[in-house]
């Protein structure tokens, strides 16, 4: 992506198209100007945060100094069926029902 | 023209983890329920609800790991794959990308050219979508959330593999370390175990990967062979003509014997990984891990060495009772106690093979204990009954599980050792066959068979054979 080293970022009509489709959103004209100015605002606050010397720093993975959270293998739940259908727009049967996927 | 070319090929192997519960949440992973009965909020990704990891699954990561020499990262993190798919509610998967459990291991494969060291690149846990079923009558698709979350291992090969049967070799020797192990029953034609292959071909000696292609989810090791004989040709035939090879998912129609490119939305592989934030990191301590190491059990490679070395058994019965954990726990139990290693290997291979064959069984569906094979073993041995009883008893053994010492003696079947009474039996049998007795007299050697199988009728099949046939030729 077009990202300029120093001063401003520039995020092309191109790109906002691209993240409009990966995130399956359908941006009006306003919306896409927009979204341009916040994502170029996020990548100037990036760049802010590059300047800062990490060599020495350790990556970090999560932010809480928390691992090591489990569960024991042992199942609870009886028959989630109805519960679970009740969030469905559409049902037939036991399943949610879905437009036809295409490339199964 | 295929001689010129080499086929290059990496798989990416899916196994289901046999735990009784989903990856990040306590539903059960039972395979047939009705549509949707195993779920809850966290594997339907309802907003709120958040993951908390079964700890059997690392456990059953890291044995596979350590079972096909790979390196454990002792820190692993999980990471969020997004792409939207009615089988993931969640719209994205949770995986590993950055710190995968296991890394840099291999396996060693058999195939006619000799052995092979097939790499491995990494191994990591991630979880299973639902399932889609497509309607054939509307233009919907009906998805069932039951198999969402259940746990999988992607094991992700380097593209070391040259051949269909190099790629089956692996496969079978992947199967079995994880069979053994017990992490999963890697049934493919359950999905338990699945595979994407990835194939690309080059002028042989060319340093320079072609560009490859994907086929996702082909279900057996014959459909995985026909595919990579029919890609193979396809790319070849591709750059014959002048044209190149496109990097795409394609799906294999086995039915049709023919593949074709799967429509993906314009960039769909773009899945925008990050770090997975409901997730905490897993350390691995020394002490954990020497902990599943020293839980690993005898893997087929050794248990096939000491099977010749501390039996005594012959390289041919080593590699079939090896070839199915089931065979090898009845074979090693019934020999704890009868001691007759190769009485027992004889049974397995033999009756039992037969039996199964018969019944299109496999090894996973024998039903009968150690203990009464083992009593038989000592009966037949031991000669209370004869070899054509002992086929007789076994057959109940197979089907039935009978304890064998009971049921000779409920059905009196020992063999008759007593030689008063075989003399009579056989003077009596003389006697009423003038015509065998002549025949035998006047060279015919066959004649004698038909005169012990008298006896034998007479007898009701319980005389010792020798001693027939030695008291049958002393009275001729």
């Known amino acids: ?104 | 023209m295929n001689k010129e070319y080499e086929t290059v090929i990496g798989l990416e192997v899916h196994v289901e983890l046999a735990t009784k519960t989903k990856i990040f949440c306590s539903c059960s992973t039972a395979f047939g329920s009705a549509p949707n009965t195993h779920t809850c909020p966290v594997c339907t990704g309802m907003p709120g609800s958040l993951p908390v990891l079964n700890k059997k699954v690392v456990e059953y990561a890291i044995a596979v790991g350590l079972a096909t020499g790979c390196e454990i990262n002792q820190y692993s993190k999980f990471d969020r794959k997004n792409y939207f798919y009615p089988d993931n509610p969640q719209n994205y998967q949770i995986s590993q990308l950055y710190l995968p459990i296991c890394h840099d291991g291999g396996i060693e494969i058999e195939t006619q050219a000799g052995t092979k060291m097939i790499g491995i690149h990494e191994i990591h846990m991630e979880e299973d979508a639902g399932k889609l079923i497509h309607d054939d009558w509307e233009e919907v698709s009906l998805v069932d959330y039951n198999r969402s979350g259940v746990p999988l291992i992607e094991i992700v090969s380097e593209p070391d593999m040259r051949s269909a049967e190099e790629v089956i070799a692996y496969l079978d020797k992947l199967r079995m370390i994880i069979q053994y192990l017990g992490a999963s029953d890697c049934k493919m034609q359950e999905g338990s175990m699945r595979a994407d292959v990835n194939l690309s071909v080059r002028k042989l000696g060319s340093k320079e990967f072609g560009t490859r292609t994907e086929m996702k989810n082909i279900g057996s090791f014959k459909a995985i062979a026909r595919a990579i004989e029919a890609e193979k040709a396809r790319q070849i035939d591709l750059l014959e003509s002048g044209e190149s090879v496109v990097q795409e998912t394609r799906r294999w129609n086995d039915e049709q014997g023919y593949s074709y490119a799967m429509r993906s939305k314009e960039d769909a592989q773009d899945y925008r990984y990050f770090p997975e934030p409901d997730l905490v990191p897993i350390e691995v301590s020394d002490q954990w891990l020497q902990k599943i190491r020293g839980r690993q059990p005898e893997l087929r490679d050794q248990k096939y060495k000491r099977y010749v070395e501390q039996y005594g058994l012959p390289a041919y019965d080593a590699q079939i009772l090896t070839s199915a954990k089931k065979l090898a726990d009845l074979f090693e139990e019934a020999v704890k106690l009868c001691e007759k290693p190769k009485k027992v290997s004889n049974w397995l291979m033999g009756e039992t093979m037969r039996l199964m064959k018969e019944h299109s069984m496999d090894p996973e569906d024998i039903a009968f204990s150690p203990v009464n094979l083992a009593k038989l073993i000592v009966l037949a041995d031991a000669g209370t009954i004869n070899g054509t009883v002992a086929k007789e008893v076994f057959e109940q053994v197979f089907a039935n599980d009978i304890d064998p010492d009971q049921y000779v003696e409920q059905k009196g079947l020992k063999t008759v050792n007593d030689e008063d009474a075989l003399r009579k039996t056989i003077a009596q049998i003389i006697e009423d066959n003038p015509k065998s007795v002549e025949d035998y007299h006047n060279g015919k050697e066959k004649a004698i068979g038909f005169l012990v199988g008298q006896t034998m009728k007479a007898m009701k099949g319980k005389a010792n054979p020798g001693m027939v046939n030695q008291i049958l030729k002393e009275l001729l």
């Open chain 1, 1 to 104: 992506m077009e990202q300029i080293k120093t001063g401003k970022n520039v995020i092309s009509d191109q790109t906002i198209e691209y993240v409009g489709i990966l995130a399956k959103l359908e941006l009006s004209e306003e919306e896409k100007q927009a979204a341009k100015k916040d994502m170029e605002r996020m990548l100037d606050y990036i760049d802010k945060l590059n300047e800062l010397d990490t060599s020495q720093t350790e990556p970090m993975s999560h932010i809480f100094s928390v691992k090591n959270v489990f569960r024991e293998d042992v199942a609870e739940h009886v028959d989630g069926g109805e519960d679970t259908l009740a969030n469905a727009p559409e049902r037939k049967d036991r399943a949610f029902v879905v437009p036809k996927t295409v490339d199964q």
